[in-house]
């Protein structure tokens, strides 16, 4: 995690690391355990505003699985969310809003939905909401391994 004021800021929108550890004023390392989803958000600017705005929903690899490569992240993950352009960055935000304010961990999210709404917000449109209908359904089909 990186943060200098107004100039290049690396945040975790949500997840539970298993390790943080302060590196120095602005920088942390941060480690996950595997199969954990996380929110990655990086944000920066120059003189002329914002030159950079992504927000990945990533779930930690275990050792030997394969995985995409993402800047900041050693060595990877599984990507379920991958928006670019603060416009679809600010949809995936509200979207995460959403879901917490149902009363669900978003890391505790279907990883189908993820992908659903990565899919709709790149098409420029608005996924379906998530439900706690389809929360129950995901923990059940988690429960019996399907």
């Known amino acids: 995690m990186t943060w200098v004021e107004q100039a290049t800021e690396r945040w975790i929108r949500f997840g539970a690391p298993l390790l943080d550890q302060i590196l120095d ?23 002329y505003g914002t030159i950079l705005s992504r927000l990945d929903i990533v779930r930690a690899v275990a050792p030997g699985d394969a995985y995409t490569t993402l800047p900041c992240v050693a060595p990877g993950g599984e990507l379920l969310l991958h928006l670019h352009g603060w416009p679809k960055v600010r949809a995936g935000l509200a979207l995460i809003d959403r879901v917490e304010d149902l009363g669900v961990d978003p890391c505790a999210v279907a990883p189908d939905y993820w992908r659903h709404a990565h899919n709709r917000l ?3 449109y608005a996924p379906r909401a998530y439900s ?9 089909r988690r429960e019996i391994g399907a």
């Open 122 to 124: 790149i098409a420029g």
């Open 25 to 47: 004023r602005r920088r942390r390392l941060l480690s996950f355990a595997a199969n954990s989803v996380f929110a990655f958000v990086r944000w920066a600017s120059n003189d």
């Open 132 to 140: 706690l209908a389809r929360h129950r359904a995901w923990l059940l």
